[in-house]
Nanobody, 123 residues
Framework: QVQLVESGGGLVQAGGSLRLSCAAS????????MAWFRQAPGKEREFVAA????????DYQESVKGRFTIFREYGKSTVYLQMISLKPEDTAIYYC????????????????WGQGTQVTVSS
């Protein structure tokens, strides 16, 4: 089992920055792939970014490339999503997720989910 707790969401103006954190407990942090997804009102949950177990591989949704950075801190068992140049279309609930066996950007691949944190970007 892996328990995930997100923090760091909030209200920010367009062009601003936020850093989301996701603290993991339970299973060894280095044994799981970590990712961020988001879900806007009336839309399906979508992939944002993923980072491999070693931290050596990352992937991003096209719309956030160059603006968002995912990284993990093993000593704290925490994964982060640094977001800059935020846009109103980034407004969503952001979820942290973990998977044991592989690496990818599909919701069904992920075994564990946090409760989500709201990010609101005003224009």
């Amino acid at each position: 089992q892996v328990q995930l707790v997100e923090s760091g969401g909030g209200l920010v103006q367009a062009g601003g920055s936020l850093r989301l954190s996701c603290a993991a407990s339970g299973r060894t942090f280095s044994s799981v792939t970590m990712a961020w997804f988001r879900q806007a009102p009336g839309k399906e949950r979508e992939f944002v970014a993923a980072i491999s177990r070693s931290g050596g591989t990352t992937d991003y949704q096209e719309s956030v490339k160059g603006r968002f950075t995912i990284f993990r801190e093993y000593g704290k068992s925490t994964v982060y999503l640094q977001m800059i140049s935020l846009k109103p279309e980034d407004t969503a609930i952001y979820y942290c997720a973990a998977q044991r066996g592989g690496y990818g950007g599909c919701v069904p691949e992920y075994n564990y989910w946090g409760q989500g944190t709201q990010v609101t970007v005003s224009s």
